[in-house]
């Protein structure tokens, strides 16, 4: 298997697949573009190149990063001859099953043997599509979110058939970039969609049973969980604020909704167990030693009041209802 990837191939040269190819080409590493004709490949590469250009102009990118994109990303007029030489390649085609089986498997056959080939699909499982490819030990989702070249997270979707051998040099393709790569396993919607829809649901269901506006359901979510959850995500969270907290909040909230809040059995185990998280230095997956809670609140205070002053000096997301109550205030 392949221990470092220096030549990729991008399959798809939309906004995502140039937002992956652009940003690993910054970074060094000799990319090609693909997509349904040499026009449409050649139309996302000048993007790219004009993305990435506005970015440096904008003081987003060091200087040198459009000539660093330019030396290292190339348009192909076929699949088949982006993938030759590729130690990496990356199907990003459209959310369809049959189209994306179809892709896999020119590329499998037209790519080297030990080349890793990746599917950047966001809910279809890797069980789904492996059949389709050669040697599916090589064959894992690489799953970028949009704007793939501003987020940092990447899921990593392992099947049945994928060698643990592949990930190292995965992992050390995205470190290259400044990505970071999630090892997860191949449940329906991985685990960013499984998290993101259930948030969807229930806030849309917030204003359809008239709780709360949209508007200040996503004041709510912005100001406070959104606010937070750079810095203390879920899991972490439970440990600061309590586990037995939350598990009384479960019933109280099953009790009035139904059984899709029940408290999850590891949360009552733990509890059960008498971790109750920071304030007894028992969380729900590790200790905490009394000096690192101390150094935790000062992280936090730091964290908080930082993400305070980078909220006010960007100011409301252009267009938003807040922006448009600004202005009036202001006037």
């Known amino acids: 298997m392949i221990n470092r990837i220096e030549r990729v191939a991008v399959i798809g040269a939309g906004y995502m697949g140039t937002g992956i190819a652009q940003r690993l080409a910054a970074a060094g590493v000799t990319v090609t573009v693909t997509d349904a004709s040499p026009e449409l490949a050649e139309a996302g590469r000048q993007r790219a190149l004009r993305d990435v250009a506005r970015d440096v102009e904008a003081g987003l990118l060091p200087a040198g990063t459009t000539e660093a994109v330019e030396a290292n990303l190339t348009a192909a007029a076929t699949l088949e001859e982006a993938v030759r030489d590729a130690d990496f390649v990356e199907e990003v085609v459209p959310e369809v099953l049959e189209i994306k089986r179809d892709v896999l498997a020119r590329i499998s056959a037209a790519a080297r043997p030990d080349a890793i080939i990746g599917s950047n699909t966001s809910t279809i499982p890797v069980r789904l599509m492996a059949s389709a490819v050669e040697r599916p030990e090589r064959f894992l989702v690489v799953h970028w979110s949009n704007p793939a070249h501003l987020v940092p997270g990447v899921e990593l979707v392992v099947g049945e058939a994928t060698e643990e051998a592949v990930l190292p040099a995965i992992k050390e393709l995205l470190q290259r970039a400044d990505w970071v790569g999630a090892v997860v396993g191949d449940a329906p919607g991985f685990v960013l969609n499984r998290l993101q829809f259930a948030l969807v649901r229930e806030a849309l269901l917030l204003v359809d049973e008239g709780h709360a506006t949209a508007e200040d359901v996503d004041i709510v979510l912005r100001t406070t969980l959104g606010f937070r959850m750079p810095f203390i995500p879920p899991i972490a969270m439970l440990d600061m604020a309590g586990l037995d907290i939350y598990e009384k909040g479960y019933g109280l909230l099953q009790a009035e909704l139904g059984d899709r ?71």
């Not at 935790?296 to 964290?303: D, E, T």
């Open 261 to 331: 809040y029940s408290a999850p059995r590891v949360l009552t185990e733990a509890v059960a167990d008498g971790r109750h998280g920071m304030k007894n230095g028992r969380g729900l997956f590790r200790d905490y030693a009394p000096e690192t809670l101390d150094e935790i609140a000062a992280w936090r205070a730091k964290a908080y009041t930082g993400m305070s002053r980078l909220l006010a000096e960007l100011g409301p997301m252009p267009g938003s209802t807040t922006e448009s109550e600004t202005e009036e205030t202001s006037a």
